[in-house]
């Protein structure tokens, strides 16, 4: 038996719009690919996005062991990880998508390293934006965690580690 597969017009992202790309990166990615002769620019633009959303987001699960969904966000991880989607989706509008390239130069006859190639992946802005949420951070905390992500208030400034170092002297 044959599986049908997936509906492509089923893959929306869940964090950001075609319009917040518009209005962050001032580019309409409906006219771009209307442009380019697509036959459904706003499906195509809406699975661009989710792309995007989605490998970032398996990125950051590969990398740092941490899985998450919208919810089990705090508003301040949700603000910065919209902003460092909008700057990664941004980045490989102009650029193409490096995590797919073979890395094979044809002038110089020459094969980039993995690792350059992983690093050039994801954008400088998207990750500052990751790391100063607190979402791209391989550190082990002793604290309990919560949908994958440290329970951190919007106020806890110093991670917590006052309450911790506390609660360790008092027993």
Same mark, same amino acid.
């Given at each position: 038996m044959v599986s049908k597969g997936f509906d492509v017009t089923e893959l929306k992202p869940n964090f950001i719009t075609v319009d917040d790309f518009r209005t962050y990166g001032g580019v309409d990615l409906i006219n771009e690919f209307?442009?380019?002769?697509?036959?459904?620019?706003?499906?195509?633009?809406?699975?661009?996005?989710?792309?995007?959303?989605?490998?970032?987001?398996?990125? &950051? /699960?590969?990398?740092?062991?941490?899985?998450?969904?919208?919810?089990?966000?705090?508003?301040?991880?949700?603000?910065?990880?919209?902003?460092?989607?909008?700057?990664?989706?941004?980045?490989?509008?102009?650029?193409?998508? &490096?995590?797919?390239?073979?890395?094979? /130069?044809?002038?110089?006859?020459?094969?980039?390293?993995?690792? &350059?190639?992983?690093d050039l992946a994801i954008s400088e802005p998207a990750k500052q934006y990751l790391i100063a949420s607190g979402l791209w951070s391989k550190q082990i905390k002793p604290r309990l965690r919560t949908g994958g992500f440290w329970n951190l208030s919007e106020q806890d400034t110093d991670g917590g580690f006052d309450n911790i170092y506390s609660e360790a002297k008092d027993k």
């Open positions: 209307s442009q380019k002769g697509m036959a459904n620019p706003s499906i195509t633009a809406d699975v661009f996005l989710y792309r995007v959303e989605t490998r970032l987001k398996a990125y &950051i /699960d590969t990398n740092t062991f941490r899985r998450y969904e919208r919810n089990t966000l705090n508003s301040i991880q949700q603000k910065y990880f919209c902003m460092a989607l909008l700057e990664q989706a941004y980045y490989v509008y102009r650029n193409s998508d &490096i995590a797919s390239d073979s890395g094979y /130069d044809p002038d110089k006859g020459i094969i980039a390293e993995k690792e &350059i190639l992983q």
